[in-house]
């Protein structure tokens, strides 16, 4: 092993969390070491933003560069087999009307815009590094990681960003890291060529499709190419006899709307399957360390929260570990503020999602209403205005209640829904891509 190099912060990781972390503190002049395990360009499921991105993209200095690899979203689309028409959701309609409109994005390019953004703010980076293990000392911690020649390095740092994603490199290896027992899902995706999209200014929203065993994502990116994945209960993805190209075709035909729309479109990509899809950890802090975005949770893309709770636990991260490091004192009280944040975020999300196949929110979705400003309120959740000072506690609440009412009006179907869940919840463990 070569001898221990030193750096004040090191971040695992140089996703969209990573690279932004990262480039927020090499602009406060710290010795900040990003090591990520790939090389830019790579690719990466999760090509839908939502409005409140944008705001961060101008705090950063990349808003141009992404506005130019951006597919324009200004909605999203609501597709149900049970209802005669589909719903179309405009975030203008949303409670702050400051933000309009998000972009789909090709991953392996968004992600590449602020790796590289991170270092021209003086971030040192390395690719082709994966993290092995963390050591924890007094005044901060040891890490090894190896290298793409096979060798091993050794760095000393006092502070351990971990953005390691789906990896969730300290959460698994601290034992914080658990399934979430009320939603258990698993996805199948690829991209395709020649889909047919909406018309006009809505040629870049996205699509929700609900389907009998899940719901599917149709996300048109720039390039021509739209991508599209169901989103399973693990009990529908163990049926799979065939290779999972196949098993995606065969999937998308259950649902003839989509199957429409991909009626002259083919495969561009191969395919990719993945299980045990949401998680989420006991704790996103400690002495020495924080965990940001995805290496600490993970709920249903559903909502296409996942990039945007990425950044933004960045941006608060950043301050935490300012705080951290300048100020010792106040280390405890700031580590327990981020966690509050962070679980703050994923929250705002999960009561939806945990709902999102249920009858009664397809029926709130496909028929909205504004009344109490409910619709107003729901719009916001959706572009991500959550953490502001946005005044839609009351009509959020009154939602709820809606929901609630409904599910005693059809109580049969509630309950069967709620059997159905119970059931795809119990099947644990499914990995469709074994």
């Not at 309609?93 to 409109?101: E, I, L, M």
């Not at 679980?343 to 009561?351: A, I, K, L, M, Q």
Request: aromatic share 12%.
């Amino acid at each position: 092993m070569a001898t221990a190099a030193r750096c004040e912060v090191l971040v695992i990781g140089g996703g969209p969390a990573g690279s932004t972390i990262s480039a927020l503190l090499a602009q406060q002049g710290r010795d900040v070491l990003m090591l990520e395990k790939s090389r830019h360009p790579r690719f990466h499921i999760g090509e839908s933003l939502l409005p409140m991105n944008l705001e961060l993209f101008e705090r950063l200095g990349v808003a141009a560069e992404i506005a130019a690899i951006g597919m324009p979203k200004y909605g999203v689309e609501f597709v149900s087999p049970w209802h005669e028409k589909p719903s179309m959701l405009e975030f203008r309609d949303a409670w702050d009307k400051r933000y309009t409109s998000a972009y789909q994005v090709r991953r392996a390019d968004f992600d590449q815009v602020l790796f590289r953004n991170a270092v021209r703010k003086g971030a040192r980076a390395v690719e082709g590094c994966r993290v092995t293990r963390v050591d924890f000392r007094p005044g901060g911690a040891e890490v090894t990681a190896r290298l793409e020649d096979g060798g091993e390095q050794l760095w000393q740092t006092r502070f351990v960003v971990d953005a390691s994603g789906r990896d969730t490199f300290l959460a698994g290896r601290l034992g914080f890291k658990q399934r979430d027992r009320r939603h258990n899902s698993a996805a199948i995706f690829g991209h395709f060529s020649g889909a047919r999209r909406l018309p006009g200014r809505s040629e870049g929203n996205i699509s929700v499709f609900w389907f009998d065993h899940g719901w599917f994502w149709f996300i048109p990116l720039q390039d021509g190419a739209t991508s599209i994945g169901a989103v399973c209960w693990p009990y529908y993805m163990k049926t799979r006899k065939t290779e999972p190209r196949q098993f995606l075709l065969d999937t998308i035909a259950l649902c003839p709307p989509l199957a429409e729309r991909l009626r002259q479109a083919s495969l561009s990509s191969p395919v990719t399957a993945t299980g045990n899809y949401s998680y989420s950890s006991r704790r996103s802090a400690g002495a020495g360390y924080i965990m940001l975005g995805d290496a600490f949770a993970f709920i249903d893309p559903v909502f296409s929260s996942g990039v945007f709770l990425a950044m933004h636990s960045a941006f608060v991260g950043a301050e935490t570990v300012a705080t951290c490091l300048d100020h010792p004192a106040r280390a405890r009280r700031a580590l327990k503020a981020y966690d509050a944040s962070v679980h703050r975020g994923t929250g705002s999300f999960t009561w939806f999602i945990h709902r999102a196949t249920s009858p009664v929110m397809r029926h709130l979705f496909l028929h909205p209403s504004n009344g109490l400003r409910m619709q107003s309120a729901l719009l916001s959740v959706l572009a991500g205005d959550i953490f502001g000072r946005t005044p839609t506690g009351f009509s959020l609440l009154a939602f709820k209640a809606v929901y609630y009412l409904f599910s005693l009006f059809d109580l049969r179907a509630s309950f069967h829904a709620w059997k159905r869940r119970r059931q795809g919840i119990r099947e644990a463990g499914a990995d469709p891509a074994a």
